[in-house]
C-alpha cells in the first residue's frame, strides 16, 4: 500500500493507527436485490455522523463507506465493452495517484502485473464524483479513482474461486505500487473516502443511481483515533467494517509475518511468496486484521469460520461450553493467536453478512428483524426509522457471540448453529488428545537448592538492589501482591540517566497505552487467559492433526522445576517432537562488545544446528555466569534470535523459552513475551525469595508457597 508508505513524520508513525467508529449493515431476508437496501445503508450511514470525525475543517471527514453487492446490470449499462454474465468478471475501485507521471507508472504496473498472471483487463470506467462537496484537506489528498473490470484466463471461475484467482494481482500491485484497490471482487464492491457521513452519496453518484441494487449494505463512520485521516484507510475493507481497535495488533502483524513461509495452499494460484507481505506496515489495524481474515477465507475456510479463528469467544474458563465447540477454540489457539479487542467486528463476502462481538463485549451492537425482513444491526439504536409495531425480533450482540444472515437463503443463522457446524468439521478432540502434552502432566525433575552466598553473587552480578528485595520481590512472595504506588517516581528515564540500567527500563514507553478499559486477568478470568502452547506450528491455511503437536503451558512464567520438564522433555526418546536444546547466553567479558556480538553470531550457527538436527525446544540462558563470562542481556539475546530465526524463515519450526537472571518484574515478562519468548523462566528472582524465606526475612511461608505467589503475579 505504497500511497501511504511515505507518511511518517515528525511524532507520527502509521504504525499505531487504530480505528473507533460506528458501523451499521442492513440486509434483506427476501433474497432479491433492491436500491432499497443501498438506499437504507446510506441513512444508517448519515445517523452515524456523530461516530465520525473530522479536523478543524468540517467537511474533511476521517472517513466514511459502503459496501454492496456488484450491481451488474448497472454496470452493463454505463460501460462501452462487453462483460461475461454476473458472477464471472471481478471489478473494483482503484484510487490512483493525481501526479502525471506517477500516474502512468501505476497504470503501466498494473498492466505487466496483469500480463504476469494472466489476468485479462476487460475495461477501464472513470468513476463519477463530485470533489465540489468535500474539505480543501481532502481534496488535495484525493487520489484519481478509476474502476477496473478484470477476468483470469480461466474463464470458466466464478464467484470466490474468480477472487482467489484475481488476489495475487492486487496484492503484487499494491505492494509494487502507489495504485490502491479499495476492492476487488466478484462478489462485491466498496465506495469509500476521506468523506463525512454525509458526502459518501453525493461525492459518488453512483450512490444515487436506482438502478444500484444490492441485498445487502455495509457501511462505516470512521473516528481515527490519535492518527490521521487518509483516503485508503476509511472503511469498510474487502471484507469488514470495525468498531474498536486490536489492541494485539503488533504482535499479531509480526507473527503473521513470521509464518508466512509455511503458508500454503493449492486454492490460490501460484507461489504465495510473491503476494507476502501480508500485512502492509503502512495499514491500520483494522486494515491489517481484514487482509489476514481475506488470505483465511479465500485460502479454503467459510468467513464465519475465519473469524472466530481471529476472534474466539472465551473458551478457556467456560465449564459449560460444549466440548467440541471448546475443541474447535483449542486447536484453533495452537497456531492462530486471537486479534484481541475491544471490537464489534462487521463482515460480508457478499452473500452471507454478519457481526461478531470479542470476548470481553466492549463494544455494543444491536439488532432489529422487521415482518417484511429487513434486518438492521448498528452500533446504537435509531440508525433507521423503524416501525415497532413492524419489529418481531430485537437484541444486542453478546461477547463472543456471532450474528449472521444469510441472503441467498432468506434467514438468519443462529450463532449456536453456526459453532456446531464448525466444530463437527473435523475430529477436533481426538486431534487434541492425541497431540497435545501439559506441563504438569510430564514427569517432575530433581529440585536445586542453591546456597545464600550462591544467590548473594549473582544478584551482584544482575544488578538487584536492596530496594528490588524490599519492595518488589517481598510483597509478591509473600502475599502475592503485586507492589503498587501512586506518588510516580523521579529518577530519569533511562536513556536521559547516568547509571546502569537494565535494557528493560529502556522499553517502558511501550506499554505506556493499555486496553481500554484496562484488563484484569486473574479478577477477569472468565474473559481473559494468560495460558499458552509451545512447539512447532503448520500450515494456517490447512489443517491437520499434526497443528495439535503443541506443549501446553498454563501460565507464561515458568519456575525452575518446570524448566527442568521441558528441557528434559525427551529423555526417555519418547517425544521427539519436542527435543529440546539448551543454549549458553554467555560471552567474554575481556572481549566487550565485540565478544557479545561475536557470541549472538555464534548462538544463531547453535540454534540453525539444533533446527536442522530436529531440536524444537530451544532454551537460551545465561546461568554459570562469572568472572570471565558475562551475561547477555535476555531481552537483547531473545530479540537477536527470534529474528534472526524469522529471517531465516525458521521461526516457526520452534519453541523459544528464555531462563533469565535478570528478569524481576511483571514489565520484564512482558517485554521478552512481546518479543517472542514462548515462556519466561525468572530463575534467580525464584532462588532469591527462596533464598529470603530461607534466611528467614518473609516470616512464616514455605519456599515453594513463595515461589507461587511470585509466578501468580
Known amino acids: 500500500m505504497k500511497m501511504l508508505s511515505n507518511n511518517n513524520q515528525g511524532l507520527y508513525n502509521s504504525s499505531f493507527e487504530h480505528d473507533a467508529c460506528g458501523v451499521a449493515l442492513v440486509a434483506t431476508l427476501n433474497k432479491t436485490p433492491t436500491y432499497k437496501i443501498v438506499a437504507s445503508g446510506l441513512e444508517a450511514l448519515r445517523n452515524l455522523e ?34 461475461p454474465k454476473q458472477g464471472f468478471y471481478g471489478v473494483g475501485i482503484v484510487f490512483l495517484p493525481k501526479d502525471e507521471s506517477e500516474y502512468k507508472e501505476a497504470k503501466e504496473k498494473i498492466n505487466s502485473v496483469a500480463k504476469l498472471e494472466g489476468i485479462t483487463i476487460l475495461g477501464w470506467r472513470d468513476v463519477p464524483t463530485n470533489p465540489n462537496e468535500i474539505g480543501q484537506t481532502a481534496q488535495r489528498v484525493m487520489p484519481r ?28 500491485v499494491e505492494n509494487s505500487s502507489t495504485a490502491y484497490f479499495a476492492s476487488l471482487s466478484a462478489r462485491s464492491v466498496v465506495y469509500k473516502g476521506m468523506l463525512t457521513t454525509g458526502q459518501l452519496e453525493p461525492f459518488y453518484p453512483d450512490l444515487s443511481d436506482t438502478r444500484v441494487v444490492s ?68 495499514a491500520s489495524d483494522s486494515a491489517s486484521f481484514d487482509e489476514v481474515l481475506e488470505l483465511i477465507h479465500l485460502g479454503g475456510r467459510s468467513l464465519p469460520h475465519s473469524i472466530l479463528m481471529m476472534i474466539p469467544e472465551a ?28 471490537a464489534c467486528v462487521t463482515f460480508t463476502d457478499g452473500h452471507v453478512i454478519g457481526a461478531v462481538l470479542d470476548r470481553n463485549g466492549l463494544r455494543p451492537g444491536r439488532f432489529w428483524v422487521t415482518n417484511d425482513g429487513l434486518v438492521v444491526l448498528a452500533s446504537e439504536s435509531g440508525v433507521l426509522p423503524i416501525d415497532p409495531a413492524t419489529v418481531i425480533r430485537k437484541g444486542r450482540l453478546q461477547p463472543g457471540k456471532m450474528f449472521l444472515v444469510d441472503t441467498d437463503n432468506g434467514r438468519i443463522i443462529e450463532d449456536e448453529e453456526i459453532k456446531n457446524s464448525l466444530a463437527s468439521q473435523h475430529p477436533y478432540q481426538d486431534w487434541l488428545h492425541a497431540g497435545l502434552v501439559h506441563l504438569e502432566e510430564l514427569p517432575d525433575r530433581e529440585h536445586i537448592v542453591h546456597t545464600h552466598s550462591s544467590v548473594l553473587r549473582r544478584q551482584q552480578t544482575f544488578g538487584y538492589t536492596d530496594e528490588e528485595l524490599k519492595i518488589l520481590l517481598t510483597p509478591m512472595a509473600k502475599n502475592a501482591n503485586e507492589p503498587l504506588g501512586s506518588m510516580g517516581t523521579d529518577t530519569p528515564i533511562a536513556v536521559l540517566s547516568s547509571r546502569p540500567r537494565l535494557i528493560f ?52 512464567v515458568i519456575d525452575n522445576d518446570e524448566l527442568a520438564k521441558l528441557i528434559h522433555i525427551n529423555r526417555d526418546g519418547d517425544q521427539p517432537g519436542f527435543a529440546a536444546q539448551k543454549f549458553s547466553g554467555l560471552y567474554k567479558v575481556a572481549q566487550g562488545g565485540i565478544g ?55 521461526r516457526m ?23 517472542g519468548a514462548a515462556a519466561v523462566n525468572p530463575y534467580l528472582a525464584m532462588e532469591t525469595v527462596e533464598d529470603m524465606v530461607r534466611q528467614k526475612r518473609m516470616g512464616d511461608i514455605s519456599p515453594e508457597k513463595a515461589v507461587r505467589n511470585l509466578v501468580k503475579l
Open 145 to 172: 479513482f478509476e474502476m477496473i473490470f478484470i477476468q483470469p484466463t480461466n474463464k470458466k471461475l466464478s464467484d470466490i474461486d474468480l477472487d482467489r484467482a484475481i488476489y495475487p494481482f492486487r496484492k503484487i
Open 596 to 650: 557479545l556480538e561475536n557470541r549472538i553470531e555464534e548462538i544463531f550457527i547453535e540454534v540453525n544446528e539444533a533446527i536442522k538436527n530436529g531440536k524444537h525446544l530451544l532454551i537460551l540462558s545465561d546461568r554459570d555466569s562469572d568472572a570471565d563470562n558475562a551475561p547477555i542481556p535476555s531481552l537483547l539475546l531473545v530479540a537477536a534470535v527470534h529474528h534472526h530465526l524469522i529471517r531465516t524463515k525458521q
Open 505 to 556: 527500563d529502556y522499553f517502558t514507553q511501550l506499554f505506556a497505552q493499555v486496553t481500554n478499559p484496562p484488563l484484569d486477568a486473574i479478577r477477569e478470568e472468565i474473559v481473559t487467559s494468560l495460558s499458552s502452547s509451545v512447539g512447532e506450528e503448520g500450515n494456517l491455511l490447512i489443517p491437520t492433526p499434526a497443528h495439535a503437536r503443541q506443549v501446553v503451558l498454563p501460565f507464561p
Open 315 to 342: 473458551w478457556e474458563n467456560n465449564p459449560s461450553m460444549d466440548p467440541a465447540r471448546r475443541a474447535f477454540y483449542e486447536f484453533h489457539a495452537s497456531f492462530m493467536e486471537p486479534w484481541d479487542g475491544p
Open 50 to 83: 456523530h461516530r465520525g470525525a473530522s479536523g478543524s475543517e468540517p467537511d474533511s471527514g476521517d472517513g466514511a463507506g459502503i459496501l454492496i453487492q456488484i450491481p451488474d446490470d448497472f454496470y452493463r449499462q454505463v460501460v462501452d465493452f462487453e462483460l
Open 653 to 675: 519450526q520452534i519453541g523459544l523459552i528464555v531462563e533469565a537472571g535478570d528478569v524481576r518484574e511483571v514489565h520484564h515478562v512482558a517485554l521478552l513475551i512481546g518479543y
Open 215 to 282: 441485498k445487502i449494505a455495509l457501511v462505516h463512520s470512521r473516528f481515527s483515533t490519535n492518527t490521521f485521516p487518509s483516503w485508503p484507510l476509511a472503511h469498510p475493507y474487502r471484507l469488514i467494517a470495525h468498531n474498536g481497535e486490536i489492541n494485539t495488533v503488533k504482535g499479531n502483524r509480526n507473527w503473521m509475518h513470521a509464518r508466512e513461509n509455511l503458508i500454503k495452499t493449492d486454492l490460490i494460484p501460484g507461489d504465495l511468496a510473491r503476494v507476502f507481505p501480508i500485512c502492509s506496515n503502512e
